[in-house]
């Protein structure tokens, strides 16, 4: 009989241990910001020596510009999109479209209008609308133009191209246009088996305010990460990539084109601060930077990865590559007659 006791003995000192292991994992992307900061401070003198060139110079000159130029945008931007997304009613999306499936789709591409946010945010709203009853080709026509022709996107890329208005006027009219193309073309192609939404008990039970504070976190973290990158990618582009290089990719519009509509699918920019990155390509045309902001609210790798997990890889993989075509297609055609 003596067994069962050693047995429980050594079952009762084990659960000690799973608690200080359980907390390992813990560590999120707010204490990698924090372990990042500090290694700066603590090695800021050889940091220092490093970027001491006249190329590390003018690579930070940039890429700090870029940061600090589409911040306000990224945070105003995240702020609007967590407390529509928290606070407007889910039903509101149903009750405001119309009943017809061909009209529901300009009409939920137009409301993307008053809708300030970035694509981060776009996608899980997509999903709810589609939830509440609204037809797929109108969420999905909500979800291409959200991102790109709301005040805030659109304001922003006036800031970036000053002195230019109509680079803002060409964002919008195209990024509507594939965003009502591509909801047609759901209506008339798509199949509901490709759609599969999955069940978000993450978020049931929690409170508006916890769910409008872990939207913002959620999102600044996500964008502000993606827009560092970008920031960071342009800054080599500009300094680091040989000028003979771009020049003869720039050269063939053509070449050019295609070039930024990769260009914008890997970078994966928020677009409250992708015209930012765009303006600081001036090697290559209007008509190129356009497409590259055509297509980044639209198809990038974040997105793709995204559209996969709420709506399911049978979907994305279709999906992705049709818009991808069509915002080039109306990007080149917008910039050709308007820029």
Do not use: Y
């Not at 241990?17 to 560590?27: I, T």
């Not at 970027?51 to 003018?58: E, N």
């Not at 080599?236 to 699918?265: M, R």
């Amino acid at each position: 009989m003596s067994a069962p006791q050693t047995v429980s003995r050594e079952q009762l000192e084990p659960p000690a241990a799973p608690p200080a292991s359980a907390k390992r994992p813990r560590a999120g992307s707010l204490e990698l910001l924090t372990g990042l900061l500090l290694v700066l401070v603590v090695f800021r003198g050889p940091l220092g020596d490093l970027v001491s060139g006249a190329r590390w110079q003018t690579w930070t000159t940039v890429f700090v510009s870029v940061l600090v130029q589409a911040s306000p945008f990224l945070v105003f931007g995240v702020v609007l999109s967590a407390v529509i997304a928290v606070f407007v009613p889910r039903s509101f999306w149903a009750r405001a479209l119309p009943r017809h499936p061909a009209l529901a789709v300009p009409a939920a591409g137009l409301a993307g209008v008053v809708l300030p946010g970035c694509e981060c945010g776009s996608v899980p709203i997509a999903g709810s609308l589609i939830r509440r009853g609204v037809t797929p080709a109108a969420a999905l026509a909500f979800l291409l133009a959200a991102p790109a022709i709301n005040p805030i996107v659109l304001t922003a890329t006036v800031v970036a191209f000053p002195g230019r208005p109509q680079m803002a006027i060409a964002r919008g009219a195209a990024s509507l246009v594939v965003a009502v193309a591509m909801g047609w073309l759901w209506l008339r192609l798509g199949k509901t088996e490709w759609i599969r939404l999955p069940h978000r008990p993450d978020l049931d039970g929690v409170s508006r305010g916890r769910a409008f504070w872990a939207a913002c976190r959620h999102d600044i973290m996500h964008a502000g990460g993606f827009l560092v990158l970008g920031a960071a990618a342009a800054a080599t582009i500009n300094v680091f990539v040989p000028g003979s290089w771009l020049q003869s990719v720039a050269g063939t519009p053509v070449v050019s084109v295609i070039a930024l509509a990769l260009l914008a699918v890997l970078l994966s920019i928020c677009s409250e601060a992708d015209a930012f990155v765009a303006a600081s390509l001036s090697q290559f045309s209007l008509t190129a930077r356009l497409v590259f902001l055509v297509v980044g609210p639209m198809v990038d790798l974040k997105l793709i990865a995204m559209q996969a997990g709420t709506f399911g890889r049978r979907f994305a993989f279709r999906f992705a590559p049709a818009t991808l075509a069509a915002a080039i297609l109306a990007g080149a055609a917008f910039g050709t007659v308007l820029l």
